[in-house]
């Protein structure tokens, strides 16, 4: 029984916390496509972006276009950071 409740307790805390740092990822991609549609040409966004490789070769000013749709600048962002190597 006493070990019961202490899961019931461990569970409704955790979920408390899991809420309190809860992100709104509806809202998350409002802005996003708010952000899109202020950005956007010819139905296009231009991305730019850089970084440092694993053994600190440099690059900088690289520029991808996507769709300018949130769905099509996630993938451009999840890929990128799938591939990353360094800071």
């Known amino acids: 029984m006493q070990l ?4 019931r ?11 309190r740092n809860k992100v709104d990822f509806l809202a998350r991609r409002a802005d996003l496509k708010a ?17 440092i490789d694993c053994d600190g070769g440099r690059w900088d000013n690289r520029v991808s276009e996507v769709s300018a749709i949130p769905v099509a600048v996630e993938r451009w962002y999840d890929r990128y950071e799938a591939q990353a190597e360094g800071p």
């Open 4 to 7: 019961t409740r202490k899961i």
């Open 9 to 19: 307790s461990l569970t409704r805390r955790l979920c408390r916390e899991l809420y």
């Open 35 to 51: 952000r899109i549609g202020q950005l956007q040409e010819s139905g296009k966004v231009a991305i730019v972006y850089g970084g």
